[in-house]
């Protein structure tokens, strides 16, 4: 069952172990984005593997261009469609902590940025580094690798088989820290599953 759909995978969440969905549906295997074009796919991994300087085993994607339908919890089986976003992880322990000293380093320099950009700065501190990720591209004048980061994703869309679509990255310290995200939006999916049928 590659590509499950929103009843099955419903169903899945009540019989099977969590972990084992994550791994062999969620982090692993060709996305369904890509299910028509897997050379694509390989494209995609390869130019941010060449722009990033990491492995391209290094990047997967996730969400809605992984399964065939939206796994947030507000919005769960959402369908993916042909102008939907592609949301790619990006592995790096080294990128990871660079990004993070950035923030921790900020200081007075925090006071200077624009609103927005505060505004994303508390929201990683509260949330985001928590969960073991950094979304770099909202992060500009913050951390360092943010205009390289944001050029990177946004120049992916001159690729004609990425053409039209936003394709969005997320920066995790490791794959454990990638399973274990999407493992609490799984429960916060249960959750809601739950209280929808109660």
């Known amino acids: 069952m590659p590509y499950p759909s929103k009843d099955e995978f419903s169903e899945l969440l009540d019989s099977r172990d969590h972990a084992k969905i994550v791994e062999e549906l969620l982090v692993a295997g060709l996305p369904f984005a890509f299910r028509d074009s897997p050379a694509d796919y390989d494209t995609l991994r390869v130019t941010l593997s060449a722009a990033l300087h990491l492995p391209a085993d290094a990047m997967t994607v996730v969400g809605s261009g992984r399964i065939g339908f939206s796994l947030s919890p507000e919005k769960y089986g959402t369908p993916f469609l042909p102008d939907s976003d592609l949301d ?20 007075r320099k925090y006071f200077s940025l624009e609103k927005k950009v505060q505004s994303w700065i508390d929201t990683h501190k509260e949330n985001h580094i928590f969960f073991g990720f950094i979304v770099p591209d909202r992060l500009p004048g913050a951390v360092a690798i943010s205009p ?18 936003d394709v ?5 310290r490791t794959w454990d820290h990638v399973r274990v995200h999407q493992l ?5 999916i249960q959750q809601g599953l739950r209280t929808r049928k109660g």
Do not use: M
């Not at 390289?148 to 679509?165: D, E, V, Y």
């Not at 609490?184 to 916060?188: A, I, T």
């Open 88 to 107: 790619v992880v990006v592995v790096s322990a080294e990128l990871f902590d660079i990004a993070w000293f950035d923030l921790l380093r900020l200081g």
């Open 148 to 165: 390289a980061w944001f050029r990177t994703f946004k120049g992916l869309a001159r690729n004609p088989s990425l053409a039209g679509r």
């Open 168 to 172: 969005n990255g997320r920066l995790y």
């Open 184 to 188: 609490y939006s799984l429960r916060k």
